[in-house]
């Protein structure tokens, strides 16, 4: 079974880390992936950028509309996720616009950048 | 991380919401500064022992609020009556526990504590040094650290500017929306000079002034949650970003200045260039361009660039000339005339930067690039002149031992013989 494990902090207190503080947070995280890393269990690690660098797309009726900051629904849940490489914001607005005409049901769909990415390594 | 390091983050980070909503139940700076430290004191007791509450600020402000009242209180038993209007609001109790964070007034008391700071009746180091000390929680001595100047100096400063802060009157009305915009853009120039004095003070005490700067971001990024579709905050704070990416590689080992071209692109911070991208991205989009926004695109062209020979130069030149459109500025000008050396040469340069003398001729940075002009054009004794002016206006050491530097290529000299020559 593949399970998807979603971080959540307050980010006000995690962009209020010193470089000494978030260069341990990350050096103590990295030990522990390491493991599964080598296990052959630990798949795409990524760290997002603060929700200020996230841009929302919300399917509404029949049309989408653009929204700057983050997805702030919350009768509305995480059903899944998609990592793209783009050359713009609007290259990736675009792909989230497709997904939404592909899928008709109403729907949002946050776009937000990443701050690191290790691809790790998944065994097929 | 330490428990108390965990709660002193904490208290840091809700601070600037807290301080807001105590700012709003008692009309006063010094009594809400009063009400939170309280507060603070008593978050540093219980919280070890209850574990963290799950919202710091409401914790906070109710906490806050009750030691506020609760000393109303005891001073009027001490002198007259109490002052009806500061109670009379006041006396609801747990249920305005739910006067919540993301309630309406949340925004408005964030706005209007960093509005308070940027007063435009202040003048800029006051306007600073009441931010530091207010929204971010700096103490006296940190800031009066960062700024070089003493404990009492920087108390005085900030006694002052309370003092116009009340005389002034504090805007408690809810903005309407042309409100809201001219205080947005008052709190995005004290930004800017936050991180500035931060940024100039670079070279003084290790690390202080670097904290200016890291909290002139965060400020930035408060901002930018509050008004997360306005595309000048986003270009404010690429722009901070940006300039803060650098930090690492602008000085040399012995504190000497590294010219962006000198400098080693590798210290460069890539986690800030790459946020700050994405937010010019985003600003992009709204196609309202503004003086912040170019800035960063400009900023942005040299992160972008992996060696000082890639630089888009060509760009660069078009962007202060939009520039120049939207906020003229001899400054802005003095700007261009880099690229324009980069594109033409010096000569075509120095044509661009001498009609700026009048305006600029206590300026440290006109005579600086007028001298380095005037030495590329092989006009050495004119640039000696503009060296030593600048030399004369210099604001920290750095700055002079670079100019000084400039002189000692200029002249061949070995630069012992020029301390040496000072000396006497």
């Known amino acids: ?124 | 991380m330490t428990e108390t390091a965990w709660i002193d983050l904490a208290l840091v980070s809700a601070r600037p919401q807290a301080m807001g909503a105590l700012l709003r139940y008692f009309r006063n700076l010094d009594q809400a500064e009063e009400a939170f430290q309280e507060a603070c004191i008593r978050a540093l007791k219980t919280w070890p022992r209850t574990g963290p509450p799950r919202d710091a600020a409401a914790w906070l402000i109710f906490v806050g609020r009750n030691s506020g009242i609760d000393q109303v209180r005891r001073r009027s038993r001490e002198t007259a009556l109490p002052p009806e209007e500061l109670l009379s609001d006041l006396e609801d109790r747990e249920g305005e526990l739910a006067d919540r964070l993301d309630g309406s007034h949340y925004r408005d008391d964030i706005l209007r504590l960093l509005f308070v700071c940027s007063n435009p009746a202040l003048p800029a180091t006051q306007q600073i040094a009441l931010a530091l000390r207010i929204v971010s929680g700096l103490s006296v001595r940190q800031i009066a650290r960062a700024f070089l100047v003493s404990d009492a100096a920087m108390e005085q400063r900030i006694t002052r500017a309370k003092a116009r802060v009340a005389a002034a009157g504090i805007p408690f009305e809810t903005p309407d929306a042309a409100d809201r915009a001219e205080r947005l853009a008052a709190v995005a120039t004290m930004i800017y000079l936050v991180f500035n004095e931060g940024y100039s003070a670079m070279n003084g005490p290790e690390g202080v002034s670097a904290d200016v700067c890291d909290e002139a971001i965060r400020l930035s990024r408060l901002l930018l949650r509050l008004f997360p579709a306005e595309p000048e905050i986003m270009g404010l704070t690429a722009l901070l970003l940006l300039q803060h990416s650098r930090a690492r590689a602008r000085f040399d080992a012995d504190g000497a200045i590294v010219l962006l071209d000198d400098q080693d692109r590798r210290l460069w911070s890539r986690p800030m260039i790459t946020e700050a991208l994405a937010m010019i991205d985003k600003a992009m989009r709204h196609r309202r361009p503004g003086p912040y926004q170019i800035q960063a695109a400009i900023a942005a062209l040299h992160a972008r660039a992996k060696s000082p020979e890639e630089t888009d130069w060509q760009e660069i030149d078009l962007l202060y000339r939009a520039l120049e459109r939207l906020q003229p500025s001899p400054v802005v000008t003095l700007n261009r005339a880099v690229a324009v050396s980069k594109r033409e040469g010096p000569e075509a340069a120095l044509a661009l930067v001498e009609p700026l003398g009048d305006r600029l001729s206590g300026y440290f940075y006109y005579h600086g690039l007028r001298g380095a002009l005037l030495k590329q054009i092989g006009r050495r004794s004119e640039a000696r002149v503009a060296f030593d002016r600048a030399i004369a206006l210099a604001t920290n050491a750095a700055e002079a031992a670079y100019i000084r530097m400039q002189l000692d290529r200029l002249d061949g000299e070995a630069a012992p013989a020029v301390v040496a020559e000072e000396e006497q």
């Open chain 1, 1 to 124: 079974m593949l399970y998807a494990v979603l971080c959540y902090n307050d980010e006000s207190v995690t962009s209020a880390w010193s470089k000494e503080e978030d260069d341990k947070v990350m050096r103590d995280l990295t030990a522990v992936q390491r493991k599964y890393v080598e296990a052959g269990k630990l798949g795409p690690v990524a760290r997002l950028l603060p929700t200020t660098a996230a841009t929302t797309l919300r399917h509404g009726a029949g049309e989408t509309i653009v929204i700057d900051g983050p997805f702030a629904e919350t009768k509305e849940q995480l059903l899944g996720f998609y990592l793209i490489d783009c050359g713009s914001l609007d290259e990736a607005l675009d792909f989230a616009r497709e997904l939404s005409i592909a899928n008709p049901s109403a729907g949002s769909y946050e776009i937000r950048p990443l701050a690191l990415y290790k691809p790790g390594e998944f065994p097929s």
